[in-house]
C-alpha cells in the first residue's frame, strides 16, 4: 500500500539526476559537518566534499543553502543534529555571481531537508574516464541499493533517470542489475529499466523472472513502465505480450491491463501486428482488460485498411472489417454485456485468423 500510495502522489515530484545535473553548476560527493537555518527558514549546509562530478569546488569545505519549503522542519538543534550524520551524498549546486552556492533539491515544488542531496552507496566510488551520465546513473543504484528496503523513492528516481539517460546507457544499467541482482526489487528495477526504453530485453526478462518478482512490493513499477512507455515494434514483441498475460491470474497485479494498454496503443498505429495479442487478452481474468481489448479490437475494425493499416474513415479508404456488429461490440456498451462483446471478437477471429498467420 505504501508503495502504491508513493506511485499516485510522488512519481512527479521526483527529478532525474539527468536534469539536476543539467541544471547545476556544481555536482559532488560530499559529506555534511554541520547544518543552520537562516531567519527565512532556509538551510546552510557545511559540506566537505570527497570528489566532484561536474565543475571544481571552491574549497574542501564550503557551505550551501536549502532554500525554504513548507515540508521542511521548524529550525531547532535537533533537526539540525538529525541531519548530520556522515552519510556520503551527492549534491547538485548552482552557483551565485558572488560566490555563493543554493542547493537544488531532488524533489519538485516542495521538500524536506532529506531531500536536499541523494545519499549513496558508503562504497560508491567514481569510475574515472566514465561520462557524468553514467555516474549519475551508478551513483542513483548505489542509492536504491543502500536504502532500506523496498525504497520506493529511490526506485522511482532510478527509473526515472534511466528513462532520461540514452538507451545504450539505460540498458547497460539494466543488464548490469539483472547479472546479478541483489533482491527481488532490484530484479523488478533492472526489467522496469528496460521496459522503459522499449526493449525487447525486458519483455524476455519480464517473461523469465515474472513468477518470482511479482511478490516484489516494488512489482507496480513493472505494470506502470510497461504500460506508460512501452512501445513495440515488431510481431515477435506482441507474441511475447501475449504469452506474459497468459502466464498470471492474480488480476491485482494489474499486468493484464497494461499490456492491454499497449496494444491499444499499438492498434492506433501498427494495427495489424497488435490484434493477435489482443484477442489473447479477451480471455484475461481482469474484466477491464477484456473491455480494453474488445474496444482496441472495435477501433481496429472501424480504422484498418484493406492490408490492416490504419486509415481515417472515408469514401477513398475502404475500411473491409467494418460492420453493424463490430460497431456495436465495442467493450464500453452498457446494452451490450462485455461478455457478450468478448464471445463476439472471439468468433470474429475465427473467421479471420487466417489473415493473421502471416504476422
Not at 113 to 142: C, F, H, M, N, Y
Not at 245 to 253: F, I
Amino acid at each position: 500500500m505504501i508503495v502504491l500510495f508513493v506511485l499516485c502522489l510522488g512519481l512527479s515530484a521526483v527529478v532525474p539526476v539527468g536534469e539536476l545535473a543539467k541544471d547545476a553548476d556544481l555536482v559532488v560527493v560530499a559529506r555534511t559537518s554541520g547544518v543552520t537555518y537562516n531567519a527565512d527558514g532556509s538551510a546552510v549546509f557545511s559540506l566537505m566534499v570527497e570528489s566532484e562530478l561536474k565543475g571544481i569546488a571552491p574549497a574542501a569545505r564550503f557551505q550551501a543553502t536549502l532554500p525554504w519549503s513548507k515540508r521542511m522542519l521548524p529550525a531547532d538543534s535537533l533537526t539540525a543534529k538529525s541531519l548530520v550524520d556522515g552519510a556520503r551524498q551527492l549534491w547538485f549546486l548552482r552557483a551565485s555571481a558572488d560566490g555563493q552556492f543554493t542547493v537544488i533539491p531532488a524533489m519538485r515544488s516542495d521538500w524536506s531537508e532529506s531531500d536536499s542531496s541523494i545519499k549513496v552507496d558508503p562504497l560508491w566510488t567514481r569510475q574515472i574516464g566514465q561520462s557524468l551520465e553514467w555516474q549519475l546513473l551508478d551513483a542513483t543504484l548505489g542509492a536504491f541499493e543502500a536504502a532500506p528496503s523496498p525504497a520506493p523513492i529511490e526506485a522511482m528516481r532510478l527509473i526515472l533517470s534511466a528513462y532520461e539517460a540514452p538507451a545504450e546507457l539505460a540498458l547497460q544499467l539494466s543488464r548490469r542489475i539483472l547479472q546479478n541482482p541483489r533482491s527481488i526489487d532490484s530484479e523488478v528495477l533492472g526489467v522496469s529499466i528496460a521496459l522503459c526504453k522499449s526493449s525487447p530485453f525486458g519483455l524476455i526478462q519480464l517473461k523469465e523472472r515474472l513468477p518470482r518478482i511479482q511478490n516484489s512490493p516494488l512489482f507496480p513499477f513493472i505494470k506502470n513502465t510497461l504500460g506508460d512507455y512501452y512501445q513495440p515494434r515488431e510481431a515477435a514483441e506482441v507474441r511475447l505480450l501475449g504469452e506474459i498475460a497468459l502466464m498470471q491470474d492474480d488480476t491485482s497485479l494489474g499486468l493484464d491491463l497494461a499490456i492491454a494498454r499497449v496494444l491499444s496503443i499499438l492498434s492506433r498505429n501498427q494495427a495489424r501486428i497488435a490484434v493477435p495479442g489482443l484477442v489473447l487478452l479477451l480471455d484475461s481474468e481482469d474484466p477491464q482488460a477484456r473491455a480494453s481489448a474488445a474496444h482496441a479490437l472495435h477501433m481496429f475494425a472501424a480504422l484498418a485498411g484493406p492490408n490492416g493499416e490504419v486509415q481515417f474513415t472515408g469514401r477513398s479508404h475502404p475500411h473491409p472489417f467494418l460492420t453493424d456488429e463490430t460497431r456495436l461490440h465495442s467493450g464500453n456498451r452498457k446494452s451490450i454485456p462485455l461478455e457478450a462483446s468478448v464471445a463476439f471478437w472471439k468468433s470474429w477471429w475465427e473467421k479471420y485468423k487466417s489473415y493473421f498467420s502471416t504476422i
